[in-house]
């Protein structure tokens, strides 16, 4: 009864959902007070992400002719509950009490869902700007997915596991994947780069040549859900690489009493996602937007590449046993 | 290479925007801010009125006995501005020859009515 | 995808102001496009034959914001000249100081709107704050940032305390070493050589039979420069080069304007530094005697000309203004055939497009209520029916 009951705290409170909303709306706000900064721009105030999804949730809802509208209402969401789904098997304060062999894969498909909302948003909106924009989402799905599935690969190999949470134990004991494989790193966040369709990579979404591509005919309810699973998107993304590569919510030693050991860890959850977000952020603010073929180019001819390096570097590693 | 030093650089020191009300931009002297009319100088000779490009100075009755280099001139009217009308280009100022209309460098600020007038 | 009709404009983001070009693509390849451009017209021209020499300058310099004092130059040279109104040697330089600055700012904010187009927005924030020295100068100058009505004919309205000078030129240093910084960006800086190199393309040949003016020309190797061709105010006597590159494509464009701003701080440094003493306007007559003239000027976007005809009034009879993104517009459009829809902005905004400039002529038909443009052919085969019904 009381393990029941637990879990529901987990699940909807801490750190479950309601923290998942909390979480997300400050790292938006970090992420766009680390941008305007580095720009010499002042940037908004602390409150500013949960201010625009209670007026985004207030704003009318604008049916375009001739669109589907139950469609159009369910596919956000779907796309907000496929995200929040996959953030209940990263560890963030120790092992998720969800984990099972084969969550990694679970998540990196969840993960991949609202890009095929949006894709189908863009392809129901009667609007050619949004016909392009989907389009052009599915086309960097194609292009980044493989790279970056490769590339969240090489840790399970490396720990003989598909359980995340099993991955961040055997980081315990070892050493944290990043300096094992650092390619694998590199890739992995340029590809959550594409995934969150940001700067160099916000092709989907590019506002000087399609308008808004498929986010054109979203308004209200239905752009504050897909802008929410957007910031979520981004916390299980950070997760997920600091889980991976980055040791998650460990200490190399276990703390005598239990309750510290989980505050440390959430505290080391903490500071490493925000890391990743500086990291993403420095990115978007480097660069400027490419072109979709481009993005092919340089996505099958260097990316693609060195993710298959990588997995082979592993194997080869695995082969010889060097590492117990 | 340049770029990612300034953005770390630029992340660690203080924003270019200047936080408006609290700080406020210097503004120059020569600025040409809102149109003041010194009843004093003004002879009513309605070169202002002529040469406005917006056309939004009109002359009103108004009498006045005025000292204009070294006489005694008793003008019959003056000129009245629309406010918010005014473009602020200064040609009124820059013909009239007493100096009485002028541009001063303060800010017109705002109104919801178009034909308030200022004279 | 089969061939669609994108519309990019009246209103789109990637364009400032509104002009419409139907695209028709087919996936990401254009194939053709139309263009319309009549939407900011207002009338100027036929509003300039009311006003006296006076008052018709405001009106001239509110063509267009970013090179307002150009508009009022070109006209002021043109009337001084019908009038054989020689103007003092310092207000020539103060027009030049202006001019110049006007043109570095019409710079750094083009630099700002490419960086822009492209997503680059780290790069639009900096250039633009950048921009700000120039625009405290101006407005120290004038009064105003925009629209600074410092012409007249006959000279200058204002003249330049040195306090002003001495503030101008403390400024220019810093905004030196940011114009070298950006130099260096905009030639290492990956993504900006990506989607800047190769793109619309001009060959020399092109540029000129396409009639392309300014930077975009310069750009591909054209070496006209109307400061050095057709020498006006104080152009001839002052030591500056004239920037051309050979790469053609925005790139090129975008070399081509960080020279010449580098080249206008120069041009800046050495007037304030020289500037002679004495009057700054002459009277000029009321009326200019019956003539007709075509003056020229080097605007930030290219070549400005002004027609002017006077026949003796205290008017003009006929101001006819062909701005430099007029001419520009053939070859954005013949570049843009077999270009990538997500292009479509960079081409454009490379040539600096200046809308209101550029409405000048818009057809309305009253009987099917509609607007636009018409080609030269439709042109000369109304103008040849019309004539055929006269005979």
Redesign the interface.
């Known amino acids: 009864m009381t393990d029941a009951l637990l879990l529901l705290v987990y699940i909807l409170l801490f750190p479950g959902f309601f923290f998942l909303f909390v979480y997300a709306l400050f790292l938006s706000y970090l992420d766009r007070k680390i941008v305007a900064r580095m720009q010499s721009r002042v940037g908004p105030p602390f409150y500013q992400p949960f201010a625009d999804l209670i007026k985004m949730l207030g704003k009318e809802v604008i049916d375009p002719d001739g669109v589907d509208r139950q469609v159009f209402n369910t596919i956000p969401l779907v796309a907000l509950a496929a995200v929040m789904t996959a953030y209940l098997y990263v560890p963030v304060t120790g092992y998720s009490p969800l984990a099972f062999q084969g969550d990694l894969v679970v998540v990196l498909y969840l993960m991949a869902i609202p890009t095929f909302s949006l894709f189908l948003l863009g392809w129901l909106s009667r609007n050619i700007f949004s016909a392009i924009g989907g389009i052009r989402a599915v086309t960097q799905l194609f292009i980044y997915e493989v790279p970056f599935f490769l590339a969240l690969l090489t840790p399970a190999i490396m720990a003989g596991t598909w359980s995340i949470s099993e991955i961040v134990a055997w980081q315990q004991h070892n050493i944290w994947l990043v300096f094992l494989q650092p390619i694998g790193f590199i890739v992995a966040l340029i590809g959550l780069q594409a995934k969150l369709e940001r700067t160099p990579f916000d092709i989907p979404e590019a506002e000087t040549e399609i308008v808004a591509g498929s986010w054109t005919e979203l308004t209200g309810r239905r752009l504050a859900f897909m802008h929410l699973t957007t910031e979520i998107s981004l916390v299980v993304g950070s997760a997920l690489i600091a889980a991976l590569f980055l040791g998650g919510p460990m200490l190399p030693w276990a703390l005598s009493p239990l309750w510290l050991n989980g505050v440390a860890g959430f505290c080391l959850f903490l500071f490493k996602t925000l890391a990743v977000l500086l990291v993403l952020s420095s990115i978007k603010v480097a660069t400027g937007r490419i072109r979709i073929d481009q993005l092919n180019e340089i996505g099958w001819k260097y990316i693609a590449s060195a993710a298959m390096v990588q997995v082979g570097i592993v194997l080869v590693i695995n082969y010889l046993r060097v590492i117990p | 290479m340049s770029v990612l030093a300034e953005m770390f650089f630029n992340l660690l020191s203080k924003p270019f925007t200047i936080l408006y009300p609290k700080e406020k931009v210097p503004i120059p002297g020569a600025f040409r801010g809102r149109i003041t009319i010194s009843d004093e100088k003004c002879i009513g000779c309605s070169k202002c009125s002529l040469v406005c490009p917006a056309q939004v100075i009109t002359m009103v009755q108004n009498e006045r006995e005025i000292e204009f280099k070294d006489k005694t001139i008793k003008r019959k009217k003056k000129p009245q501005v629309k406010l918010f009308k005014c473009i602020r280009c200064g040609l009124c100022e820059r013909h009239c020859p007493t100096g009485a209309i002028y541009l001063k460098n303060e800010l017109s600020d705002s109104g919801t009515d178009r034909e308030v007038v200022v004279t | 995808?089969p061939e669609?009709?994108?519309?990019i404009g009246p209103h789109?983001?990637?364009l400032k102001e509104p002009v419409n070009f139907k695209v028709i693509a087919d996936g990401?390849k254009i194939i053709r496009l139309d263009l319309d451009l009549s939407y900011s017209h207002r009338g100027i021209e036929k509003a300039a034959e009311q006003?006296d020499f006076?008052?018709v300058l405001?009106?001239l310099e509110r063509v267009c914001g970013i090179c307002s004092h150009s508009h009022t130059t070109v006209f002021a040279k043109g009337i001084e000249e019908l009038m054989q109104l020689e103007i003092p040697l310092r207000a020539q330089y103060v027009r030049t100081i202006i001019a110049e600055l006007e043109r570095m700012h019409s710079h750094l904010l083009w630099l700002g709107v490419a960086?822009?187009?492209?997503?680059?927005?780290?790069?639009f924030?900096?250039t633009w704050?950048d921009r700000?020295a120039v625009q405290?100068t101006l407005?120290?100058?004038?009064?105003?940032r925009v629209?600074y009505?410092m012409n007249?004919v006959g000279g200058v309205?204002?003249d330049l305390t040195p306090e002003?000078v001495n503030a101008a030129l403390a400024r220019l240093p810093q905004l030196e070493e940011r114009v070298k910084?950006y130099i260096?960006?905009v030639n290492?800086?990956?993504?900006?050589l990506?989607?800047f190199r190769g793109i619309g393309k001009l060959s020399k040949e092109e540029a000129l039979k396409y009639g392309a003016v300014g930077p975009t020309a310069r750009a591909s190797g054209v070496d006209y420069d109307a400061r050095r061709d057709d020498p006006y105010l104080v152009y001839a006597d002052i030591p500056w080069n004239v920037v051309t590159d050979t790469n053609g494509d925005v790139y090129g464009r975008t070399r081509v304007r960080i020279g010449e701003l580098m080249e206008s701080i120069r041009i800046v440094r050495f007037c304030l530094e020289n500037l002679p003493e004495g009057q700054i306007r002459v009277n000029a007559p009321k009326t200019a005697p019956k003539g007709e003239i075509l003056s020229r000027y080097e605007a930030p976007r290219g070549e400005l000309v002004h027609f002017i005809r006077t026949n003796g009034t205290d008017k003009v009879e006929r101001v006819d203004i062909r701005t430099p993104t007029l001419a520009n517009w053939t070859s954005v459009a013949m570049c843009l055939v077999n270009q990538?829809?997500?292009?479509?902005?960079v081409i454009v905004a490379a040539i600096d497009p200046c809308l209101s400039c550029t409405s000048r002529i818009a057809v309305v038909d009253n009987h099917t209520r509609r607007a636009g443009v018409i080609t030269l052919d439709e042109l000369r085969k109304r103008s040849r029916a019309r004539f055929q019904r006269l005979e």
Not at chain 3, 4 to 7: K, N, R, S
Not at chain 3, 139 to 144: I, L, T
Not at chain 3, 188 to 192: R, V
Not at chain 3, 340 to 345: E, F, S, V, Y
């Open positions: 995808m669609v009709i994108v519309p789109h983001p990637a990401e006003r006076i008052r405001p009106l960086a822009h187009e492209i997503g680059f927005n780290t790069l924030m900096w704050r700000e405290d407005e120290e100058m004038s009064g105003n629209h009505g007249e309205r204002r002003q910084k260096d960006m290492n800086q990956k993504t900006l990506v989607r990538n829809l997500a292009d479509i902005p």
